[in-house]
């Protein structure tokens, strides 16, 4: 398996140790990742919790908008060029007068609706975005009925294309917004990715912000000049595993950086529509993001 399949082969076993899945579906979609039903079983194990998770019986109080939604501008799809003669599909948000342009990269689930809303709630506050499909070349996220399969194609994407996928996004960023400053922030698996970014050496980037994104082994940033805002979640011990071996590489590349972990928040606490939403992280989140964007233009 390469580190971006275990990722997500461990993010399914999680998920049913924390009650988001049974363990038929968990079942079903390590098979999708090619696991056999003596590993899949072995896995879902080796990530049993000792207590079962408490039941969710969701916010007491209607839970707010999330950040930026009052201001969000629609995204609208996309094609662009990629390598080798490729098409890439995407979703694009264009602000009314940019201040910079920022590379929105999905989870493991594709891009979908959820990731569209961050793309509209960036070009809202000032930044043009676009959301890129990392399954263009398997006809787009939209062209899955099943969303696990979705996650399983993305598996089997080899991270040389994934790279060479979000520099032509850069590219095209650069097209769209020439001379303004470019960003990137991903989310979960796209947290893995701006890292991947980062490790290639990309130079245009002004700043990067991976939220709770799984180091890639041998990360070396040493290419890159963003300013990079690394985002944790105090309960998210499997992603932050590898929080000390990004903060040392960003160390060793010596790129300005902050590594914040954002107390009794869990993975993925910034996707409104998942289980472990926080409103209030989330919204400090963003906050945080913006004023990054702000501080350092490149």
Request: net charge negative; charged share 20%; aromatic share 8%.
């Amino acid at each position: 398996m390469t580190p971006f399949q275990r990722y997500i082969a461990e993010e399914i076993a999680v998920d049913h140790a924390d009650g988001l899945l049974t363990r038929r579906e968990a079942l079903r979609r390590l098979g999708l990742l090619g696991i056999g039903l003596a590993a899949a079983s072995s896995l879902l194990a080796a990530c049993a919790r000792d207590e079962a998770p408490p039941a969710s019986t969701g916010p007491d109080t209607p839970v707010s908008p999330p950040p930026g939604t009052a201001d969000a501008i629609p995204a609208g799809e996309v094609t662009f060029p990629g390598p080798d003669g490729r098409t890439l599909r995407g979703a694009w948000a264009d602000a009314a007068d940019p201040r910079g342009g920022v590379l929105v990269i999905h989870e493991n689930k594709g891009l979908n609706d959820h990731i569209r809303s961050v793309a509209g709630r960036f070009a809202g506050a000032g930044y043009s975005a676009l959301a890129i499909d990392l399954l263009s070349e398997e006809g787009g996220t939209a062209s899955f009925a099943d969303p696990a399969a979705a996650t399983a194609a993305l598996s089997a994407v080899p991270p040389e294309r994934f790279t060479a996928d979000l520099e032509a996004a850069v590219d095209e960023l650069s097209r769209r917004l020439p001379g303004l400053p470019l960003e990137a922030v991903g989310f979960c698996f796209g947290g893995g990715m701006t890292w991947l970014l980062l490790a290639s050496g990309e130079p245009r980037l002004a700043t990067a912000v991976p939220f709770y994104g799984p180091l890639p082994e041998g990360a070396d940033f040493s290419g890159s000049r963003a300013a990079v805002l690394a985002i944790y979640a105090e309960k998210d011990q499997r992603v932050n595993a590898t929080r000390d071996a990004a903060t040392a590489a960003l160390e060793r590349a010596g790129l300005t950086h902050e590594v914040v972990t954002f107390p009794g928040a869990d993975h993925a606490f910034f996707n409104d529509t998942g289980p472990r939403y926080d409103p209030a992280a989330a919204a400090e989140a963003y906050r945080m993001v913006l004023e990054w964007f702000g501080q350092h233009p490149g």
